[in-house]
């Protein structure tokens, strides 16, 4: 059993820590790169979405007061668009990537094994 480590004691790293070369430290360095760009896209595809929110829902209530029927359909076009660009938004083809080409495998897998077995059943 370790002894409980004193408040004042320090990290002291580990064998594994200290044999780590400058290409581990590097390739380390370049993924938490790419971990804090993708971070800040997110951040931002957020915000954008949110702002997107807040204007869909005042056109909203706008369009249901009494307008002129241009200022209506200008109005409806813009909530259609603002509608595209939320589904644009949180619907990506990285989201479907993986599922798709699981249904696309096991899909074409269970249509293949049906094509053999109905072959020696008849």
């Not at 002129?68 to 409806?76: F, N, W």
């Not at 813009?78 to 696309?104: D, G, I, K, Y």
Request: glycine letters at 6%; proline letters at 5%; aromatic letters at 10%.
């Amino acid at each position: 059993m370790k002894p409980a480590r004193e408040p004042g004691d320090r990290f002291s790293p580990s064998k594994n820590f200290r044999s780590l070369t400058a290409a581990d430290m590097r390739q380390f360095e370049a993924a938490l790169s790419d971990v804090a760009q993708a971070f800040k896209a997110l951040k931002q595809r957020y915000r954008e979405i949110r702002q997107a929110q807040q204007h869909y829902e005042q056109l909203q209530q706008i369009s249901q007061s009494d307008l002129p029927q241009p200022d209506l359909v200008r109005i409806q076009a813009e909530l259609e668009q603002l509608e595209l660009t939320l589904e644009s938004r949180l619907v990506t083809w990285r989201s479907f990537r993986e599922p798709f080409w699981q249904a696309v495998r096991f899909g074409g897998l269970g249509i293949l094994l049906g094509w053999v077995l109905r072959g020696w059943a008849g």
